[in-house]
Nanobody, 120 residues
Framework: QVQLVESGGGSVQAGGSLRLSCAAS????????MGWHRQAAGKQRELVAH???????SYVDSVKGRFTISRGTAKNTVYLQMDSLKPEDTAVYYC??????????????WGQGTQVTVSS
């Protein structure tokens, strides 16, 4: 059993900043990659930012230069620093993690989501 718990969402005006956090717990030997996804109303979920265990990162074009993904030293946490927020960033943000147990790959787990609302 693996749980991912997000925090840090909220409401902010355009141009503002928010920092999302996500902590994984449960039966975990290691976590390979972690990512932040978002789903706006009426749209498909999209991968916003991704980070490997080694620290390599990638971003969807719409957030490049504004969002920064990072992992904690314990490697079971992931953060998303969101700067220069725009109304189109409004969505439910989900963290996800590729989890391994001692027996091998356990699966790709999701958090419950946290709402981010950016007003103009």
């Amino acid at each position: 059993q693996v749980q991912l718990v997000e925090s840090g969402g909220g409401s902010v005006q355009a141009g503002g900043s928010l920092r999302l956090s996500c902590a994984a717990s449960g039966i975990i030997f290691s976590i390979d990659s972690m990512g932040w996804h978002r789903q706006a109303a009426g749209k498909q979920r999209e991968l916003v930012a991704h980070i490997t265990r080694g620290g390599s990162t990638s971003y969807v074009d719409s957030v490049k230069g504004r969002f920064t993904i990072s992992r904690g030293t314990a490697k079971n946490t992931v953060y998303l620093q969101m700067d220069s927020l725009k109304p189109e960033d409004t969505a439910v943000y989900y963290c996800a993690a590729d989890v391994y147990t001692v027996a091998g790959r356990s699966g790709y787990y999701w958090g419950q989501g946290t709402q981010v609302t950016v007003s103009s």
